[in-house]
T-cell receptor
Framework: DTGVSQDPRHKITKRGQNVTFRCDPI?????LYWYRQTLGQGPEFLTY????????KSRLLSDRFSAERPKGSFSTLEIQRTEQGDSAMYLC???????????FGPGTRLTVL | DQQVKQNSPSLSVQEGRISILNCDYT??????FLWYKKYPAEGPTFLIS?????DKNEDGRFTVFLNKSAKHLSLHIVPSQPGDSAVYFC????????????FGSGTRLSIRP
């Protein structure tokens, strides 16, 4: 399967713990996006990378969130000191020029107890 | 400020009939519009798109119509099939904004026998 993959698919953690998610984009896609989706809403943009450079971060991405894409391939999203409000589906997408269409992974569902 | 609005949270259509999903947007900078389909526990799947230079795009049973003056787009599915039951997200992007996608809140389509 050559689609976008995300790991883990589900994560349950206690408030205050740190969590890290991984995204592997489609191999030749140089842009990688992170989105967050809460119940009853559409996905909301968090941040994106072009190759290894993080070019934009949403105001939704608080200081507790950090994302990396060290070699321009896979990306990680870390949430420190998780809060119950962080419970959501975290989606990763990748794209090729002209970047109009993004292809999404299955998401990581985070539950913070 | 919701830039992409889907005012119908749900829609029920009889199998074989036409399904029409509607979407409104407010940002005149959007130049590309997309529809994604989402099944439970999966990421959004790209369905069909349209550039702002067109007013119609067709792909098999799916047609998207764009009315720029009204800032309105719609997705037509003909004929509707049971496998079309899913949540449909209308989305828009602007090349000037790195093509990050702004999603509506979704419409749950149910196809009844």
């Amino acid at each position: 399967d050559t689609g976008v993959s995300q790991d883990p698919r589900h994560k349950i953690t206690k408030r205050g713990q740190n969590v890290t998610f991984r995204c592997d984009p489609i191999s030749e896609h140089n842009r990688l996006y992170w989105y967050r989706q809460t119940l009853g809403q559409g996905p909301e943009f968090l941040t994106y990378f072009q190759n290894e450079a993080q070019l934009e971060k949403s105001r939704l991405l608080s200081d507790r969130f950090s994302a990396e894409r060290p070699k321009g391939s896979f990306s990680t999203l870390e949430i420190q000191r998780t809060e119950q409000g962080d419970s959501a589906m975290y989606l990763c997408a990748s794209s090729l020029p002209p970047y109009n269409e993004q292809f999404f992974g299955p998401g990581t569902r985070l539950t913070v107890l | 400020d919701q830039q992409v609005k889907q005012n119908s949270p749900s829609l029920s259509v009889q199998e074989g009939r036409i399904s029409i999903l509607n979407c409104d947007y407010t940002n005149s900078m959007f130049d590309y519009f997309l529809w994604y389909k989402k099944y439970p526990a999966e990421g959004p799947t790209f369905l069909i798109s349209i550039s702002s230079i067109k007013d119609k795009n067709e792909d098999g049973r799916f047609t998207v119509f764009l009315n720029k003056s009204a800032k309105h787009l719609s997705l037509h599915i003909v004929p509707s099939q049971p496998g079309d039951s899913a949540v449909y997200f209308c989305a828009a992007s602007a090349y000037s904004s790195a093509s990050k996608i702004i999603f509506g809140s979704g419409t749950r389509l149910s196809i009844r026998p």
